[in-house]
């Protein structure tokens, strides 16, 4: 069998992964380059493949980087399946349109500044709606035979709602050989989801992530502390704390962290509010979901309830939005996107981040040179909607709510395979997690390692 990987190689962002095996070509993700403007979008328009030779997908979970180029496939004429968890089926069908409806904001600003001269958005939310006649949906842990030769099994990966590391059984010209594809490795004790089980046994092949396999995160109960002294800090103050986050999973996460601190006293009351049309959507898909819930929580009887608590406004319209950035502290505003490259936190941070009062909390992971790295790394002077806007806000970071495993649970994870895999291809990671995440599986006696660039081919 033949590999090449075509995205997430060298980088996080663009997760995709060509499998050619057992007289098939698989595509394992297909997902969005993100970060430096330009050169993402040079690489999300050239589309390296012929969709049209591609049989079929599996796709890891929903998350943009991993599946936002889905659309793209379908519109190039892809017409095989794309197989994922019923989590993750539920989920596309709401971020993908959101995703097609981002990329003709963008067009439309682009077009307006005169930088765009190709004649059409990458994708249109109507593309994006397509991707849905071509999702089929496979439990957790049952094989299933996907093409002649091809056996595939989701195993939960912990880190969104629906995802999962990737299992195929492939019947290589009469020789079988076992794939394990880790996906997004989440964190144990998170709340709501369950905790990442590893795929145990024998792999001819691991292609693995390495986001964080150069940091240690908080525990969730260090980062649940953190979160309650700054809130009760800028609370003090009359300032807002805006938190850029994803509108899937770490939203519905601090939701429920922050219903519980309020609920407990350790925060006061203030009003909490979720400005994101698609984390009130995905918020819904999460009802839908109790099969993929930590069943040692009380959230499998409390489903219904569970994202609706008085403190916390959910925020549609784009009027209500604006209101916001009127209204006076203490609030936490929540919205998306999470390394605030897109969406309704610009608008907040473009009107909030002058003020002292205020704090930028980041809960997940900043790719380099998005805005929101750049706030991390201390700008006091960013550009948002082609303006200069003075940073005198606070900035803070809480690593302990990352879906992504930190080093010591990428290791618990490697070592949970129980057997050291004969090969591994190290992705989704810049140079340096990439390097540690190779240290780490080289402790693990895995001596075959790839660290592939963008392209490259690898026979098994
Ligand atoms: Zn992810």
Known sequence: MRITCWGAAGEVTGSMHLVEAAGKRVLLDCGLFQGRRQEA????????????DVDL????????????????????GFEGPIFCTPGTRDLSAVMLPDAGFIQEKDFEFLVKRGKERVGEPLYTAADATHVADHLVSVPYDRALEIAPGLRLTFVEAGHILGSASVVLEIDDLGKPKRLVFSGDIGRTGLPIIRDP??????????????????????????????????????????GKVFIPSFAVGRTQELVYELHGLARDGAIPKVPI????????????????????????????????????????????????????NEM???????????????????HHLRNGIGDHRNLVLFVGFQATYTLGYRLQQGAREVRIFGEEVACRAEV?????????????????????LGEP????????????????????????????????????????
């Open 197 to 238: 089980r590893p795929p145990a046994g024998h792999a001819d092949l691991l292609i693995v992530e390495s986001t964080y396999a150069n940091r240690t995160h908080e525990s969730p109960a260090e980062a649940q502390d953190l979160l309650a002294s700054y809130v009760n800090k800028v609370a003090k103050r009359g």
């Open 328 to 346: 006076r502290g203490p609030a936490i505003v929540i919205a998306a996107s999470g390394m605030a490259e897109s969406g309704r936190i610009l």
């Open 41 to 52: 979008h040079e690489k999300n328009r050239n589309f390296p493949l012929a969709a049209t």
């Open 421 to 460: 895999p004969r090969r591994a291809l190290v992705v989704h990671g810049e140079a340096e997690q990439l390097d540690a995440m190779a240290g780490l599986l080289r402790e693990a006696r895995v001596d075959d390692l790839t660290i592939p660039n963008l392209g490259q081919g690898l026979e098994v």
């Open 273 to 324: 509010f979720v400005d994101s049309p698609l984390a009130v959507n995905t918020t819904d898909v999460f009802r839908l979901h109790p099969e993929a819930f930590d069943r040692s929580e009380r959230l499998v009887r409390e489903t219904d309830e569970l994202f609706r608590f008085p403190l916390v406004k959910y925020v549609r319209s784009v009027e209500e939005s604006k209101r916001l």
């Open 57 to 76: 997908v599996v796709l890891s979970h929903a998350h943009i980087d991993h599946a936002g180029r889905l659309p793209l496939l379908v519109k190039l």
């Open 396 to 416: 803070a970071t809480i690593g302990g709510y990352s879906a992504h495993a930190d080093r010591s649970e990428l290791a618990k994870w490697v070592a949970g």
